[in-house]
Structure formats: structure tokens, C-alpha cells
């Protein structure tokens, strides 16, 4: 089974500052997606950003990019120039690009706070 | 276009009685899956259907069902509720298939008394 695990309960950072939150997973496959997803106050899970694994090339999405390292399994979120509107439970995540499966293996997620 | 709507937003039960929560995916999506989120266990994958059938399920018990019906909007049924049932209920709509992005509703949350 795939686990996903996010080390950092909280992280601070003030604004206009770039903070990275990490993830690590564990897996025996060799195709597969990754995903950062948000979760502001309203509990709506927003998609950030993506990255398959056969890609090399780190996605970029605006101020969001990821740093991949397949070999490490480590997936981090890097957030350039922090917004107030960053401020959210930030949770990695996981899926098999196996067969039809949709299933999404969650993280413990970190909550992201941006001070002025 | 409108995005994944669920229904209702807040439910209040209580221990013993049984609950259908409501999702009406992105139109065009036949794909349909339910996560449950709470404090200690964090977010946790229930089900998925795909074209009225289950596809994929995870480790829950019994208890917790769930349909889909031809037009894709999907139901989920929790009976003889428990306090540990106590959640955000999540829907995400997709086209299908593991390629495809999931875009997620606002959740329904359920308290249990």
C-alpha cells in the first residue's frame, strides 16, 4: 500500500516570502501522479498542482512549483512571493496511474500561515 | 460550467439513525468518488463510482454505501450511526481514469450526538 507523509504539522511565513512544505511517499510503482491540494477555511480542497512520474521536469503552476526527486520519493511545494490568500491546510497526495484507479492517498497535511 | 455541488452542507444525527448524503459531480464527469476527513484519521478514501458501478473502495465498514445513478449524481448512505462518524463527507468528480484531475465539492458535515 502507498503512504504519504507530511513532517511538518505548521509553517510560518511572512509575507511576500517563499516558504516549501515537504512530502515523502513510499511506493513499488512506477507510474503514478502526485498532487498538492489546499484546503482554506471553507474546506473546499483546492488542486495547486500536479506532477507525473515519469516526468523529469518539475511542475510550475504561477507562484507554485514542485521539487521531484523519484529516486528519493520526496515531493516538496515550493510557494514564491506568500499571499495572505495562501494562508490553508496544504495536504500531498497520491495516485496510481495504474488501471482506472481514481482512489487519493492523503497526507497529514500542513497548515500554512502567512504574517504580514 | 458548475462545479461539484453536495448536499446537504450541515447535517445533525443522531447515534443510532442513518444518513444519505447527496453529490452532483461536474457535468460530463461519470466518475465519482467520497472521501471522509476527520481530526485523527485525516482524509480518507470511502468509495468511487464509475457509470452507476463501484470501482474502487476502501476500508470501511459495511455500514457506509453508496450508488450512482445514470445522470453520474451519486448518494452515500451511512446507517446505525456511530459518534466516529462524526466528519467532513468529500465528493470529487472526474471523467474517469486515473489520468483525469478531481475536482471536489464543499463537503457535507456531519455531527453525530
Known amino acids: 500500500a502507498q503512504t504519504v507523509t507530511q513532517s511538518q504539522p505548521e509553517m510560518s511565513v511572512q509575507e511576500a516570502e517563499t516558504v516549501t512544505l515537504s512530502c515523502t511517499y513510499d511506493t513499488s510503482e512506477s507510474d503514478y501522479y502526485l498532487f498538492w491540494y489546499k484546503q482554506p477555511p471553507s474546506r473546499q480542497m483546492i488542486l495547486v498542482i500536479r506532477q507525473e512520474a515519469y516526468k523529469q521536469q518539475n511542475a510550475t503552476e504561477n507562484r507554485f512549483s514542485v521539487n521531484f526527486q523519484k529516486a528519493a520519493k520526496s515531493f516538496s511545494l515550493k510557494i514564491s512571493d506568500s499571499q495572505l490568500g495562501d494562508a490553508a491546510m496544504y495536504f500531498c497526495?497520491?495516485?496510481?496511474?495504474?488501471?482506472?484507479?481514481?482512489?487519493?492517498?492523503f497526507g497529514t497535511g500542513t497548515r500554512l500561515q502567512v504574517t504580514l | 460550467k458548475a462545479g461539484v455541488t453536495q448536499t446537504p452542507r450541515y447535517l445533525i444525527k443522531t447515534r443510532g439513525q442513518q444518513v444519505t448524503l447527496s453529490c452532483s459531480p461536474i457535468?460530463?464527469?461519470?466518475?465519482v468518488s467520497w472521501y471522509q476527513q476527520t481530526p485523527g484519521q485525516g482524509l480518507q478514501f470511502l468509495f468511487e463510482?464509475?457509470?452507476?458501478?463501484?470501482?474502487n473502495k476502501g476500508n470501511f465498514p459495511g455500514r457506509f454505501s453508496g450508488r450512482q445513478f445514470s445522470n453520474s449524481r451519486s448518494e452515500m448512505n451511512v446507517s446505525t450511526l456511530e459518534l466516529g462518524d462524526s466528519a467532513l463527507y468529500l465528493c470529487?468528480?472526474?471523467?474517469?481514469?486515473?489520468?483525469?484531475?478531481?475536482?471536489f465539492g464543499p463537503g457535507t458535515r456531519l455531527t453525530v450526538t
Open positions: 457535468s460530463g464527469h461519470r466518475s
Open positions: 463510482y464509475f457509470s452507476e458501478t463501484q470501482r
Open positions: 497526495a497520491y495516485r496510481s496511474a495504474t488501471g482506472t484507479a481514481s482512489k487519493l492517498t
Open positions: 470529487a468528480s472526474s471523467w474517469g481514469g486515473a489520468g483525469y484531475e478531481q475536482y
